[in-house]
């Protein structure tokens, strides 16, 4: 008989991509939010919804206890030029600094770039397919991972 | 087991590190390798925290409830870990797991932890890879360990199970006592509650569960039945499980049911690594067996006996 070891564990394949979808600010507009969040259930990711006005403290506490892969945040507010700063530095405060950093909302080309050029991931804007943002968590996800291997 | 030093992951989960607990818990979702080396150097720091289960079916107030729970703890000072399973979709795997939503402000409690987890179809593992997420959480030094799911598969009713108490939430919605019976959610349970008591139909529940719970035998234990209004009486719940956590104190109960607990978990992990071990690279005798059987050359029970003879020659 063929065993593979004494102590074969019962692995459960593959992980699926995590993602975890925030809404920051005050407003209320979570439409998109939702719209997102179901998009990426249905390409097969495992999307752990947390609903309206995230602190960036709390959208990054529940990115440690979740392990996720990425985090989308839909920002309306036009406090995006402090919000994705804040999460992205106590990201790497946390140890957290493999995960994706994405999202979109209402932002100025001139912000995304600088955002961009900061270390976030790219920022989509009202109207972008989701099969777009799909397509790049995806690849930025399947890069990271390589990455820590 | 012990006599090697801790590996520094282990180590960070035990020092309240809460990105090493996230990673832990993801090699408890993939029950990989790595899960069996951080359950050899932690499994000495299981059993201490209190372990409630609470299960029913989609839509009755589940995760409401909980929060409320999380809160009467708090209240008390004791810091509380949750795992809420929700369900994946069975066509893309995807699932979307809003738990950590609706438990809302108690979230973000430094000291509550929450982890969802989604059930990855029926053959994903489940019911190994939950009740060791809840071990985890568990040695990480939670007060008290809750673990949420929907109770509408087996394997979700039995993940509940695991827990030292176990609240079965029904609403006058969520259909009637019998179905509950059916659904086999009434046995496990420790305390029933039906929550949405404000609603048309949940004084004749209550009061059927009652009638159910007279017609079986008498139980050293009786499930209390609890009516409940979401957050505003959770403590209603809280105070019935508590009621079960002192019955259970009495006498050995607790360590009782926990070596009954591990036992179970016991046979059913050397069922399935038996099974997996005696049918790796079995697959051309098990085709040649279904195409005897599919040919009607023998009966499938025959084939399947066969088999077995085969393997264990």
């Given at each position: 008989?063929?065993?593979?070891?004494?102590r074969?564990?019962?692995?459960?394949?593959p992980?699926?991509?995590?993602?975890?979808?925030?809404?920051?600010?005050?407003d209320?507009?979570?439409?998109?939010?939702k719209?997102?969040?179901q998009?990426?259930?249905d390409?097969?990711?495992?999307?752990?919804?947390?609903g309206?006005?995230q602190?960036?403290?709390?959208i990054?506490?529940?990115?440690?206890?979740?392990?996720?892969?990425?985090?989308g945040?839909?920002?309306l507010?036009?406090?995006?030029?402090?919000?994705f700063?804040r999460v992205?530095?106590?990201?790497?405060?946390?140890?957290?600094?493999?995960?994706?950093?994405?999202?979109?909302?209402?932002?100025?080309?001139?912000?995304?770039?600088a955002?961009?050029a900061?270390g976030?991931?790219?920022?989509?804007?009202?109207?972008?397919?989701?099969a777009?943002?799909?397509?790049?968590?995806?690849?930025?996800?399947?890069?990271?991972?390589?990455?820590?291997? | 087991?012990?006599?090697?030093?801790?590996?520094?992951?282990?180590?960070?989960i035990?020092?309240?590190?809460r990105?090493?607990?996230g990673?832990?818990?993801?090699?408890?979702?993939?029950?990989?390798?790595?899960?069996?080396?951080?359950?050899d150097?932690?499994?000495?720091?299981?059993?201490?925290?209190?372990?409630?289960?609470?299960?029913?079916?989609?839509?009755?107030?589940?995760?409401?409830?909980?929060?409320?729970?999380?809160?009467?703890?708090?209240?008390?000072?004791?810091?509380v870990?949750?795992?809420?399973?929700?369900?994946?979709?069975?066509?893309?795997?995807?699932?979307?797991?809003?738990?950590?939503?609706r438990?809302?402000?108690?979230?973000?409690?430094?000291?509550?932890?929450?982890?969802?987890?989604?059930?990855?179809?029926?053959?994903?593992?489940?019911?190994?890879?939950?009740?060791?997420?809840?071990?985890?959480?568990?040695?990480?030094?939670?007060?008290?360990?809750?673990?949420?799911t929907?109770?509408?598969?087996?394997?979700?009713?039995?993940?509940?199970?695991?827990?030292d108490s176990?609240?079965?939430?029904?609403?006058?919605?969520?259909?009637?006592?019998?179905?509950?019976?059916?659904?086999?959610?009434?046995?496990?349970?420790?305390?029933?509650?039906?929550?949405?008591?404000?609603?048309?139909?949940?004084?004749?529940?209550?009061e059927?569960?009652?009638?159910?719970?007279d017609?079986g035998?008498?139980?050293?234990?009786?499930?209390?039945v609890?009516?409940?209004r979401?957050?505003?009486?959770?403590?209603?719940?809280?105070?019935?499980?508590?009621?079960?956590a002192?019955?259970?104190?009495?006498?050995g109960?607790?360590?009782e049911?926990?070596?009954r607990?591990?036992?179970?978990?016991?046979k059913?992990?050397?069922r399935?690594?038996?099974?997996?071990?005696?049918?790796?690279?079995?697959?051309?005798?098990?085709?040649?067996?279904a195409?005897?059987?599919?040919?009607?050359?023998?009966?499938?029970?025959d084939?399947?006996?066969?088999?077995?003879e085969e393997?264990?020659?």
């Amino acid at each position: 008989m063929s065993a593979p070891s004494p102590r074969a564990p019962l692995p459960r394949g593959p992980r699926p991509i995590r993602v975890l979808v925030a809404k920051a600010g005050l407003d209320g507009h979570d439409r998109g939010a939702k719209v997102v969040a179901q998009a990426l259930k249905d390409a097969g990711m495992e999307v752990v919804y947390t609903g309206l006005r995230q602190t960036p403290e709390m959208i990054v506490k529940a990115a440690s206890e979740e392990d996720v892969d990425a985090i989308g945040i839909s920002l309306l507010s036009g406090a995006h030029m402090t919000v994705f700063p804040r999460v992205l530095e106590l990201l790497e405060e946390g140890g957290l600094s493999h995960v994706l950093l994405t999202g979109g909302g209402v932002i100025p080309e001139k912000d995304r770039e600088a955002l961009l050029a900061s270390g976030v991931g790219m920022l989509f804007g009202p109207g972008t397919p989701t099969a777009e943002l799909i397509d790049y968590i995806k690849r930025e996800v399947a890069l990271r991972r390589g990455r820590s291997k | 087991m012990s006599t090697t030093p801790r590996p520094p992951d282990a180590e960070a989960i035990l020092r309240g590190d809460r990105r090493a607990l996230g990673k832990g818990l993801t090699c408890m979702e993939a029950m990989d390798d790595e899960a069996l080396r951080l359950l050899d150097a932690l499994w000495e720091r299981t059993g201490r925290a209190r372990r409630v289960g609470i299960t029913g079916p989609p839509g009755v107030g589940k995760s409401t409830l909980v929060s409320g729970l999380i809160r009467a703890y708090r209240a008390l000072g004791r810091s509380v870990g949750v795992l809420a399973v929700d369900p994946s979709s069975t066509v893309t795997g995807g699932a979307l797991l809003g738990d950590r939503h609706r438990l809302g402000a108690e979230a973000h409690d430094p000291r509550v932890f929450v982890r969802s987890f989604g059930t990855r179809g029926s053959t994903g593992g489940l019911s190994r890879a939950a009740p060791f997420a809840l071990d985890l959480l568990d040695a990480a030094g939670f007060d008290v360990v809750l673990v949420e799911t929907a109770g509408v598969g087996q394997t979700e009713i039995e993940v509940a199970a695991t827990a030292d108490s176990v609240a079965v939430v029904l609403s006058p919605e969520s259909g009637d006592a019998v179905q509950a019976m059916k659904a086999g959610l009434l046995e496990i349970a420790d305390v029933l509650c039906v929550n949405k008591a404000d609603r048309e139909g949940a004084a004749g529940l209550v009061e059927a569960l009652e009638a159910t719970l007279d017609l079986g035998a008498p139980a050293p234990w009786r499930p209390p039945v609890v009516a409940t209004r979401g957050l505003e009486d959770a403590t209603a719940l809280f105070e019935a499980l508590e009621t079960h956590a002192e019955w259970l104190l009495e006498g050995g109960r607790l360590g009782e049911r926990r070596r009954r607990g591990l036992g179970g978990r016991l046979k059913t992990l050397v069922r399935e690594l038996l099974s997996e071990r005696l049918l790796a690279g079995r697959d051309a005798l098990l085709d040649a067996r279904a195409a005897e059987a599919a040919s009607k050359r023998r009966s499938l029970l025959d084939a399947a006996r066969s088999t077995v003879e085969e393997i264990l020659r």
